[in-house]
């Protein structure tokens, strides 16, 4: 029943930035783990960010931390990832990932998310 939906990739120059959202619907995404994974091809799904139910977000690295900023609005059950100061090497699909686990910590892990967005593609250019 529930369908997340990400939007708001592109194409950017490195150092530019975008802000990616993921709406869903059938879910209400304020009582749940929400998570940004992102995928090169031939590469495996890895971690970005994710939030939990009470807004405590975690992030890949502290290099993401500084760049990437994940919030969300619980009025319009959307959860934005903000990146700026972007790179090449964050070039990948971008992926929404919805949680049902009762956690107050997010999950890095692609097992923890049940539900998946169909991805947004970011190209980050030199």
């Known amino acids: 029943q529930v369908q997340l939906v990400e939007s708001g990739g592109g194409l950017v120059q490195a150092g530019g930035s975008l802000t990616l959202s993921c709406t869903a619907s059938?879910?209400?995404?304020?009582?749940?783990?929400v998570g940004w994974f992102r995928q090169s091809p031939g590469k495996e799904r890895d971690f970005v960010a994710a939030i939990s139910w009470n807004g405590s977000p975690r992030y890949r690295s502290d290099s993401v931390q500084g760049r990437f900023t994940i919030s969300r609005d619980n009025a319009k059950n959307t959860v934005y990832l903000q990146m700026s100061s972007l790179r090449p090497e964050d070039t990948a699909a971008y992926y929404c990932?919805?949680?049902?686990?009762?956690?107050?910590?997010?999950?890095?892990?692609?097992?923890?998310?049940?539900?998946w967005g169909q991805g947004t593609q970011v190209t980050v250019s030199s």
């Open positions: 990932g919805l949680s049902y686990r009762n956690s107050h910590y997010p999950s890095s892990d692609t097992i923890a998310y049940d539900d």
């Open positions: 059938g879910r209400t995404l304020s009582n749940y783990v």
